[in-house]
């Protein structure tokens, strides 16, 4: 099956894992680090787009709604629709705020900051 985009609507995670985020602009802003899974709707939570920090020391996380990635044949990698500025102004977090509370802070504070509708 495939989405209205042509993409086949399922996807490994290990081939998810570790492909080029691109906004808008077209300028790399990370790369997708993990994805953090619903256990109780059996969906994608978000995706962990991981930037700064110098040989993983410092290093902070965005969640980046699921839905608000398209991927993209030509750039090999996924497109957010958002500015330079808004990724550098959104929430970021360690791994382990990523995980507290059961991901749900980070969820609800990533669906807010990108003014995407929940999936909840």
Same mark, same amino acid.
């Given at each position: 099956? !495939? !989405?209205?985009?042509?993409?086949?609507?399922?996807?490994?995670?290990? &081939?998810?894992?570790? !492909?080029a985020?691109? @906004?808008?602009? *077209?300028? @790399?802003?990370g790369?997708?680090?993990?994805?953090?899974?619903? &256990?109780? +709707?059996?969906?994608?939570?978000?995706?962990?787009?991981?930037? *700064?920090?110098?040989?993983?020391?410092?290093? &902070?996380?965005?969640?980046?709604?699921?839905?608000?990635?398209?991927?993209?044949? @030509?750039?090999?990698?996924?497109?957010?629709?958002? +500015? &330079?500025?808004?990724?550098?102004?959104?929430?970021?977090? +360690?791994?382990?705020?990523? !995980? *507290?509370?059961? *991901?749900?802070?980070?969820?609800?504070? +990533?669906?807010a900051?990108f003014?995407i509708?929940?999936?909840?």
């Amino acid at each position: 099956m !495939t !989405t209205h985009s042509g993409h086949t609507a399922a996807i490994p995670a290990t &081939k998810v894992i570790g !492909t080029a985020v691109y @906004n808008t602009a *077209g300028q @790399n802003i990370g790369t997708i680090e993990d994805v953090m899974l619903d &256990k109780l +709707s059996n969906g994608i939570m978000f995706a962990v787009i991981g930037f *700064g920090g110098f040989l993983g020391i410092g290093e &902070k996380f965005h969640a980046i709604p699921w839905s608000a990635l398209d991927y993209q044949a @030509n750039t090999g990698g996924y497109v957010v629709p958002f +500015s &330079k500025e808004q990724l550098q102004a959104a929430p970021a977090y +360690s791994v382990a705020e990523l !995980t *507290g509370n059961d *991901g749900q802070e980070a969820r609800d504070a +990533s669906y807010a900051y990108f003014k995407i509708e929940p999936y909840w």
